[in-house]
């Protein structure tokens, strides 16, 4: 099946008046925050830690949304992907109308914030992401739906019988909808392996240490389907990218924490 987008997907806008703009990739965000809220004042690792719907408020808007995942986010796309433009103008991190946020940057960010709350209300900061880990899918689905909205990060050129074109591609070339593909890996099919994970285990820290393995290992292997930032291309071999390289890190700290936990429990 081939497909070929309509201008629609170009950075699309719900609400428009003037400059004033409402754009779907923002509300995805909106959205994920909400249902990430919503599953977590339920979640049976909140109830077990005592976390009140206040506090639960805060975590994900506060720490988790704004401090984490876009702070971290902006500052980690311009470390891992922007050092050049940041270099010759520090300023450009706060351009934030141009785009540009990292997963990678904002998982770091999170753990950070979220060892901040976990202090402050002196709380077990593992079991405390063990709870984020599985709620994280959720997020993860919504913004990748985002991705392929605006028409961006899309996949590589393919020969075969599947495939779109987006009107973002100055090439209008017959491409992998990685961004799908990672909706549903980083989505649909993650929270299903942490959830089967959460029922299998109760030590503390197994899920999130999981959650940085399973998602390092899916990342890794949908990124061979997407296009490189253009800016960077492949950055080891010819074949690696920046995400894939950001994952190995990752996938280690993953088996590093399970060991800890497992050996802890």
Known sequence: ???ELSDFFNNPSLVSIGPLKIQYYAITWLLSAVFIYLYLRSNEIIIELGINDEKVNDL?????LFIGAMCGGRVGYMLFYGSDQLLSNPLSLFYVWQGGLSF??????????FFIF??????DFFRLMDSVALSMPIGLG???????LNGELYGKETNG?????FPTDPYGLLRHPSQLYESLGEGIILFGLLMFVN???KSHGVICSFFLIFYGLIRFVIEFFRQPDAHIGY???NFLSMGQILCIPMILIGFIILFYSRKKA
């Open 199 to 201: 029922r299998i285990s």
């Open 235 to 237: 950055v080891a071999y």
């Open 60 to 64: 994900v808007f506060l720490y988790g």
């Open 104 to 113: 990678h940057g904002g998982l770091i960010g999170v753990v950070i914030s």
């Open 142 to 148: 919504l913004v990748r739906i985002g991705n392929f």
């Open 1 to 3: 099946m081939i497909v």
């Open 161 to 165: 019988d599947w495939g779109f074109i």
């Open 118 to 123: 976990a202090k402050k209300n002196n709380l």
